[in-house]
């Protein structure tokens, strides 16, 4: 059995991801479009911004956008094909400032006018403290049966080695007689003095078969052994 792998999220959720990640980008086209109007989307964008944020800049902003582009209508349609130079200079600049400018406005107010809302929450599976020390006694259990039946395959599972990279999952045990000193002083009541007798044990007799055996001959107080009882393993 595996580690759990990433959680999935419901299609709900992806679609609540879908349309928080388009309503973003909406608004960056909402800000970009006097630019991509040569300016005349500008009083419209900033007649939107006005509405749903009553602000003195943003009027003035959308009074002085109006009259420019009002104006430089005005003069193509008086003068059609024959538009003078100042007129052409009018019409120009205010194509330029309301697109240039409005965009530039709209970008800076953007965040106001549609501030960022909460992201979507993902569900989060909460177990209690029983749930979980159930569960991690679970796969304990039957990461101990795997090594009984295989121990070749234990080893490769790196069951009892945490110190090694994996993904099985063992529920926390500890291979008594191929872990290293660190691993073994974090169990119960191994310290490190007697982390190093298991060590010099094994080099010189072989490893521990049981629980027992090592209680036999290690400086352990019997006090510790239910407890390592439920997280020892013993691989050969």
């Known amino acids: 059995m595996t580690a759990p792998g990433p959680y999935a999220l419901p299609a709900n959720e992806k679609k609540q991801l879908a349309t928080h990640r388009v309503g973003r980008a909406a608004t960056y086209l909402w800000a970009l479009s006097p630019v991509l109007t040569c300016g005349y989307a500008a009083p419209i964008m900033l007649a939107i911004a006005l509405a749903r944020r009553r602000d003195n800049l943003v009027l003035a902003a959308l009074i002085v956008h109006s009259a420019l582009l009002t104006s430089s209508c005005l003069v193509m349609g008086t003068f059609a094909d024959q538009t003078p130079l100042w007129g052409d200079v009018l ?35 909460q177990l209690s403290n029983a749930e979980v020390l159930d569960r991690a006694r679970k796969l304990r259990d039957q ?93 050969p």
């Open 91 to 125: 019409i120009y600049s205010s194509w330029f400032l309301a697109a240039i400018g409005g965009t530039a406005q709209l970008l800076v107010i953007r965040p106001l006018v549609f501030p960022a809302g909460a992201r979507p929450e993902v569900p989060v599976a």
């Open 143 to 235: 990461a101990r049966r795997t090594a009984e039946a295989d121990p070749m395959l234990a080893k490769r599972l790196a069951i009892g080695r945490p110190d090694l990279p994996r993904q099985f999952d063992d529920g926390g045990l500890v291979d008594v007689n191929h872990a290293p000193l660190h691993i073994l002083t974090s169990l119960p009541g191994v310290t490190e003095r007697s982390a190093r007798q298991i060590q010099e044990w094994v080099e010189r007799s072989g490893p521990f078969a049981s629980l027992g055996e090592v209680m036999l001959v290690i400086e352990i107080s019997p006090t510790f052994e239910h407890h390592l009882r439920e997280y020892c393993v013993f691989i």
